[in-house]
């Protein structure tokens, strides 16, 4: 251990946990020798812009990008790390490199979680697969997507759009366990008006080649077919890569609330379980990934002087021509009251209040800038 000492910092990740602790390194004071170890030839884009804009029948193909890194740190990008050896202080690669450094910020994120080793099961996680997918959409293909979460029904809609039948298949209603019964049935009469066909299953779907292509047989052994399947069932974080550590606990890497495993190593995003009202909690949205790396930034370079973690949850979609945004911890429960507009899938600012003043705010195709957004859950009920 070199004590105090901080010269090299190295950042594995290169999405958006990886390259907001970098910039905030650099923000909070460090100017010592930064790397980024990133698997994908791509630098840093937004993964949120996957499942929206890129899908769209457009010749712009820009709305993943992000404006250039200013961290000036040294990218090696491609790679992948392999190993982490905490008492000598070196992450491993698979091209046989070993990086030293003073201080480490995990941040691999996580994948897609497939219900096949099927390669006609599609999945959408990077840009290469977004990429991918908008080219075959753009034979007009009828599509099968399972999983009737957030990113399933936001692909739906972005194949919809691109001039496709669609049919999703969802284990219960569409978005009830991420939103709660009132705002999932506004996506669902949405989605269902514009033309998608939803498969409601108390299970999980199975995948099968049949005739050199892949299907998908429910519970009830009823058998769904289409030309392009994709899956959308949740993502895995990737931590096998720190397995012999010990930092690893049931899939994810717990932190305390500033981010940090110890001293010298950070954990943020997809992969990071950081404390909440609700225990130890990871929680794969964007938003999310952004905050934790602020504070574990500054945690690494100042311990305990910097500000813990006070996360408050953002969530953001759009489709079937709704544009969402809610601060607060979801799903909801009861009807809301209405700040501004009424029921009816129109523009409305909502409020689902709790008994101790606060709530949760939410726009419906509503514009409002965030800070009044978040100010409102604080509001007396």
């Not at 392009?228 to 932190?255: C, H, K, Y």
Request: with cysteine; charged share 25%; glycine share 12%.
């Amino acid at each position: 251990m070199n004590g105090d000492r901080m010269d090299r910092v190295v950042v594995v990740g290169n999405g958006i946990a990886g390259l907001t602790a970098a910039d905030t390194l650099r923000e909070a004071g460090f100017d010592g020798e930064l790397t980024i170890v990133g698997d994908e030839p791509h630098p840093a884009y937004s993964r949120p812009a996957l499942s929206k804009a890129l899908l769209l029948d457009s010749d712009d193909l820009s709305s993943h990008e992000l404006p250039p890194a200013g961290h000036g740190a040294k990218e090696l990008l491609g790679v992948r790390a392999t190993g982490l050896r905490l008492d000598e202080r070196l992450v491993t690669l698979d091209d046989g490199t070993a990086l030293p450094y003073d201080r480490l910020v995990l941040a691999t994120g996580s994948r897609a979680r497939r219900l096949s080793d099927l390669p006609e099961e599609l999945t959408l996680r990077g840009l290469d697969d977004a990429l991918a997918l908008r080219s075959r959409l753009a034979g007009r293909p009828s599509v099968l997507v399972i999983g009737g979460g957030p990113l399933g029904m936001e692909i739906a809609s972005g194949c919809l759009a691109a001039g496709c039948r669609v049919t999703l298949v969802s284990q219960g209603a569409p978005l009830l366990l991420q939103l709660g019964p009132y705002l999932a049935d506004v996506f669902v009469r949405a989605a269902r008006e514009q033309g998608l066909t939803i498969v409601e299953t108390p299970g999980s779907a199975r995948l099968e080649r049949h005739d050199g292509s892949a299907r998908a047989v429910l519970d009830d052994g009823s058998v769904l077919e289409a030309e392009v399947l994709l899956s959308a069932v949740g993502d895995i974080p990737n931590t096998e890569w720190l397995a012999d550590t010990g930092l690893v606990v049931r899939g994810a890497v717990p932190v305390d609330s500033h981010g940090l495993v110890r001293p010298d190593v950070a954990a943020v995003g997809d992969l990071a379980a950081f404390p909440t009202p609700q225990g130890l909690r990871r929680l794969p949205l964007w938003s999310s990934a952004i905050e934790q790396a602020k504070v574990a930034a500054r945690a690494l370079l100042h311990g305990d002087d910097a500000p813990p973690l006070r996360f408050q949850p953002y969530f953001w979609t759009e489709q079937f021509g709704l544009s969402l945004k809610a601060v607060g911890h979801l799903p909801l429960e009861g009807e809301p009251e209405y700040v501004d507009g009424e029921p009816g899938g129109g523009p409305a600012l909502m409020r689902w209040p709790h008994e101790d003043g606060t709530g949760v705010a939410a726009a419906l195709n509503y514009r409002i800038p965030m800070p009044r957004l978040r100010r409102m859950t604080q509001q007396a009920a």
